[in-house]
């Protein structure tokens, strides 16, 4: 270990003064001798001070971050409190509206368990602050502590402002002249008039009549959805409130979400993030937001009413209304990595408090283990990193009322030292807490790093993104599988993934189209990605869509191309809600969304993400619309179409009747042979006589039963409906070969008829038992 630097010092390889041009020298801290039993404490004397810090009153260590409160001497202040290990002093920096420029900064000394606290009389909410962390810089170790840059308190409850990321933000010297070793030599430009502030906050939301939906994961459907690009362009949205979160509580937002039916908004991340320096550059900012820098704090930039504490109240509303509608509230979750990138990224927050222990490091100190594709990885092993995602998850389900939670990468979560495990700590605390526990969770099982791809592996607690779902689906509707093995294992709840441990099918989080990747409708129109806009030559976004552009590539104005792609959308989007787990929308493509091809959009805050409600005047989109409306509703109605237990495909009852069946063409049940051969045509029975669930009095349910057929050929099939013991007659309930569903009754077709199915067709026939034969 590297002794401080002497003051004024930026280190070089060599350990001497390396301080460059442009670098602009302080007082650098150095440690006060200590005593017997002593502990050393730092000089406060950085540049910008005058007069250096004032001294906190002790305060609490709990809670972290900064809580407006009340003394017992009756003065009101503020207590800040800030987990920082190896730091060797801290300061809280206050900044006043009338003055912006000024700086007012107070010395923590209190240190108890690692937090350094104090409590600041008159500070009140809506203060801006921030923090200086002094310590040693010695990259090498990975050590970079550096007391001009003023971080963001990681529990801060809202922040104001946006990183901006000139020179003065990073910790090193990011213009250094000598190749290779620019991390390692200490930039001293203060970097406060260029950050956002942590904002103190104080709100009391009363909660006494909200009523969280609870909907059980059978019935549930999912609806992935980005706040800002949901209402952007929604013309029955004030445009003041459009891209906000008041305005995805606007009724005439929540009129669409009940009308379709489903039951809980997935919001892409809503924490405080930052845009990447290379997108700046190019004009261009991070849309998605995976790229949290606070997790405690709502986005700033979602917020109608203000960014000085009210988009904490104005989330909560949001909330709220949401679950007045019975909609649930899902956030999608970024712990694995946070927005201070790698070695030469900025120094925004966690960096400056404690970098040894808030980042995996490698062997080399220098640099970072990155096991999620975006620098670096949050060493969730380590108990205060450990604290502060829990603290984090508490928070939002206590305080911000939401119901669960989706975790990005979440494989880089269940990492402990360097493989995956189940019995990481962060699985083992959210199994025990008791908050945490009862929510939904739901993990994209894997990481970029070796080992990561974790599908069906997590814990029964837990359902996963499934795309192996997904990649099926895409296959079988472009004619691309080989068999209809995998169909069969994925649209009955796959088994072969999650029937272990007690899980049951809506452990897999159906999916055809996410957040990432094709829009629906791109998904039928475009063969190739065309990512240009994204200003890095089509290099970006993977090259694995599994799409079929039904012979044009991009719009097309023939007919009989139009007509094709709007079938094959009723194919892809009948199938998905009618397979067993949990169905996931996205937002947009029950309307005909499109993004013009781009299947990695992260950078494009433009109407080429945006939703674009004028697309509901064209009736073709509209009677999507109401398609996926009537099948959202057929679950709701049938419990055979959402299971709660897998399948056992072995006969029951007096008739014999497997609960779950799969037939040829021909009218005959699949035999092993059958499922290698390469085929077009399934035939999936639900059987709804004995279902193994009950009603809340402990009465056996009964449903109806059902065909299904999926004919991927592009020619009409012949196939001879089942008859006993399976039916005695059919009605078709659902026809994906018409562009206009209707709800009227059908006539009824007896049993052992050959019904002709058009080409590239999904039916759904009701099981009708009085038919006559």
């Not at 502990?39 to 906190?56: D, F, H, W």
């Not at 800030?82 to 010395?107: H, I, K, Y």
């Not at 261009?284 to 930039?301: C, D, I, M």
């Amino acid at each position: 270990m590297s002794s401080a630097p002497e003051q004024g010092a930026a280190w070089g390889l060599d350990g001497s003064d390396s301080r460059g041009a442009g670098v602009v020298p302080v007082d650098h801290v150095r440690p006060a001798a200590a005593g017997p039993g002593e502990v050393a404490r730092t000089e406060l004397r950085t540049a910008g001070s005058p007069g250096g810090s004032r001294q906190a009153r002790p305060g609490s260590p709990q809670p972290l971050g900064a809580r407006y409160r009340v003394g017992p001497d009756g003065t009101a202040g503020t207590n800040f409190a800030l987990w920082a290990g190896g730091a060797e002093a801290v300061e809280v920096c206050l900044f006043d509206d009338a003055d912006p420029g000024r700086e007012e900064r107070w010395s923590l000394t209190e240190l108890t368990h690692e937090v350094w606290h104090g409590f600041v009389p008159g500070v009140g909410p809506g203060r801006r602050y921030g923090f200086r962390v002094h310590g040693r810089w010695d990259p090498w170790t990975g050590a970079r502590w550096n007391p001009n840059k003023l971080l963001l308190d990681p529990c801060a409850r809202a922040v104001d402002g946006e990183f901006t990321l000139p020179p003065q933000v990073y910790g090193h010297v990011r213009d250094w002249p000598q190749q290779g070793v620019a991390d390692t030599v200490r930039d001293e430009r203060d970097s406060a008039p260029y950050v956002p502030k942590g904002v103190v906050v104080h709100d009391e939301y009363d909660w006494a009549d909200d009523h969280r939906p609870k909907t059980p994961w059978p019935d549930t459907v999912l609806y992935e959805l980005h706040v800002r690009g949901f209402t952007k362009l929604h013309p029955d949205v004030p445009p003041h409130l459009r891209g906000t979160y008041a305005g995805l509580a606007h009724p005439a937002v929540i009129e669409h979400l009940t009308g379709l039916g489903v039951t809980a908004v997935e919001l892409l991340p809503v924490h405080q993030f930052a845009h990447e320096d290379h997108l700046l550059r190019r004009g261009l900012r991070n849309y998605w937001g995976y790229n949290s820098v606070g997790y405690f704090a709502p986005h700033a930039g979602y917020a109608a009413s203000g960014t000085r504490g009210q988009q904490v109240g104005e989330f909560k509303a949001m909330v709220h209304a949401l679950h007045e509608a019975g909609l649930e509230v899902i956030l999608d979750v970024v712990y694995n990595h946070t927005a201070e990138g790698g070695e030469l990224g900025p120094t925004l927050s966690f960096r400056g408090i404690d970098n040894r222990a808030y980042y995996r490091l490698q062997g080399d100190a220098r640099r970072y283990a990155d096991y999620t594709g975006c620098g670096n990885t949050l060493h969730v092993v380590h108990p205060g990193v450990l604290r502060l995602i829990t603290d984090s998850l508490r928070y939002w389900v206590t305080e911000m009322g939401v119901d669960g939670f989706r975790f990005d990468l979440a494989a880089a979560l269940a990492r402990s030292m360097h493989d995956v495990d189940m019995l990481s700590p962060f699985l083992a605390v959210i199994a025990q807490d008791p908050v945490l526990r009862r929510v939904k969770l739901i993990a994209e099982p894997w990481d970029v790093g070796a080992g990561g791809y974790q599908v069906g592996a997590f814990p029964p607690m837990w359902t996963e993104w499934n795309d192996r779902y997904r990649d099926a689906m895409r296959d079988f509707w472009r004619g691309a599988l080989p068999d209809v093995r995998e169909m069969g294992y994925r649209l009955s709840g796959s088994s072969d993934l999650y029937a272990w441990g007690g899980r049951r099918p809506y452990a897999s989080v159906n999916f055809i189209t996410a957040h990432d990747g094709f829009t629906l409708r791109d998904l039928v129109s475009y063969d190739h990605k065309h990512n240009e806009a994204n200003g890095e030559g089509n290099r970006d976004g993977t090259d694995d869509n599994r799409s079929w552009n039904c012979g044009a590539e991009g719009e097309s104005d023939d007919v009989e191309v139009s007509a094709l792609r709007r079938r094959q959308l009723r194919n892809l989007l009948t199938t998905l809600l009618l397979s067993t787990g949990v169905p996931m929308l996205v937002a947009g493509d029950e309307g005909g969304r499109t993004q013009g091809g781009n299947n990695n959009a992260y950078c494009q805050d433009s109407e080429t993400s945006w939703v674009d409600w004028s697309l509901r005047e064209d009736p073709g989109w509209s009677q999507l619309t109401a398609l996926v409306s009537r099948l959202i509703a057929l679950r709701r109605e049938h419990p055979v179409l959402r299971g709660t237990a897998f399948f056992s495909g072995r006969p029951q009852g007096p008739d014999g009747l497997r609960d779950l069946a799969w037939f040829t063409p021909y009218g005959s049940e699949m035999t092993e042979a059958d499922w290698y051969a390469p085929r077009a045509t399934l035939g999936m029975y639900l059987s709804g006589r004995d279902l193994p669930r009950r009603d809340e009095r402990g009465r056996p349910l009964h449903d109806d039963s059902f065909l299904v057929v999926l004919h991927a050929g592009a020619e009409p099939v012949s196939f001879l409906l089942p008859g006993s013991p399976w039916a005695r007659g059919y009605e078709v309930v659902v026809d994906t070969g018409r562009e206009e569903q209707t709800t009227a009754p059908h006539e009824v077709v007896a049993a052992e008829t050959v019904l002709t199915v058009p080409g590239r067709t999904v039916l759904l026939l009701r099981v009708v038992e009085g038919a006559d034969r």
